[in-house]
């Protein structure tokens, strides 16, 4: 059943409170009592249970990473460092990066925030690699295949930007390293050739007749001729 309820993040823990009495449904201790730094927070349903989940990471120190379930409190701390500069706020998305059955959380900075994308592989509980290239946050992720060399059977990332103005990057599904750049009006040129193209082919399609329905021949009355 739905709770009323408040997230408290600490110096070094999280919890959730029900909302008027202040008691804590479930609290915990995710860094030791000498850390007061504090977390940056995201939210999403990692566990799918239908209930946002919290996805840390640390403030000072080693930028580490910890997933807390929501309806329970019970944490998982993440093995290595994520990128240090999502700690300016980032975003969770998830892609199927090593063409499995486990889709891996993908941390991207957040809107109007720069910094590098990290992927998380959950069945191993460790970050499986932080990017090499600056991004400027905002953007859709989309896998575009296997890695184009063919030396590896990752997906490749492509990294949309949702401001017009803005390039485009693709990054190596095994590595993180950037592949390729395209500018914003290399992608309008190449939207309008296509428009073009597709335009071009339906006037084609549009010229050419039916040939699978015979034209018909309606003959026309001779009119009287009036003196």
Same mark, same amino acid.
């Given at each position: 059943?739905?709770?009323?309820?408040?997230?408290?993040?600490?110096?070094?823990? $999280?919890?959730?409170?029900?909302?008027?009495?202040?008691?804590?449904?479930?609290?915990?201790?995710?860094?030791?009592?000498?850390?007061?730094?504090?977390?940056?927070?995201?939210?999403?349903?990692?566990?799918?249970?239908?209930?946002?989940?919290?996805?840390?990471?640390?403030?000072?120190?080693?930028?580490?990473?910890? $997933?807390?379930?929501?309806?329970?409190?019970?944490?998982?701390?993440?093995?290595?460092?994520?990128?240090?500069?999502?700690?300016?706020?980032?975003?969770?998305?998830?892609?199927?990066?090593?063409?499995?059955?486990?889709?891996?959380?993908?941390?991207?900075?957040?809107?109007?925030?720069?910094?590098?994308?990290?992927?998380?592989?959950?069945?191993?509980?460790?970050?499986?690699?932080?990017?090499?290239?600056?991004?400027?946050?905002?953007?859709? $992720?989309?896998?575009?295949?296997?890695?184009?060399?063919?030396?590896?059977?990752?997906?490749?990332?492509?990294?949309?930007?949702?401001?017009?103005?803005?390039?485009?990057?693709?990054?190596?599904?095994?590595?993180?390293?950037?592949?390729?750049?395209?500018?914003?009006?290399?992608?309008?040129?190449?939207?309008?050739?296509?428009?073009?193209?597709?335009?071009?082919?339906?006037?084609?399609?549009?010229?050419?007749?039916?040939?699978?329905?015979?034209?018909?021949?309606?003959?026309?009355?001779?009119?009287?001729?009036?003196?």
């Amino acid at each position: 059943m739905p709770i009323d309820s408040n997230l408290f993040v600490k110096g070094n823990s $999280i919890s959730l409170n029900r909302t008027g009495t202040h008691t804590a449904l479930w609290q915990t201790q995710l860094m030791p009592k000498s850390y007061h730094g504090g977390f940056t927070l995201s939210t999403f349903d990692v566990n799918k249970d239908t209930t946002p989940d919290y996805v840390l990471i640390t403030k000072t120190g080693k930028p580490m990473a910890f $997933i807390v379930d929501a309806r329970t409190g019970q944490s998982t701390k993440l093995g290595g460092q994520v990128a240090s500069d999502l700690r300016n706020g980032f975003v969770v998305q998830t892609a199927n990066v090593q063409s499995d059955s486990t889709q891996e959380l993908v941390l991207a900075p957040s809107r109007e925030r720069s910094g590098r994308i990290s992927v998380i592989d959950l069945q191993a509980k460790k970050v499986f690699w932080n990017a090499t290239d600056i991004v400027l946050g905002g953007m859709k $992720i989309n896998q575009i295949g296997s890695d184009p060399s063919g030396k590896s059977e990752y997906s490749s990332f492509q990294l949309v930007s949702l401001r017009q103005k803005d390039t485009f990057k693709i990054l190596n599904g095994a590595t993180g390293k950037l592949q390729e750049t395209v500018s914003a009006n290399t992608r309008r040129a190449e939207k309008r050739q296509a428009m073009k193209a597709e335009k071009i082919q339906s006037a084609s399609i549009a010229s050419v007749p039916n040939a699978t329905q015979p034209s018909v021949s309606i003959p026309r009355k001779r009119l009287p001729v009036m003196n």
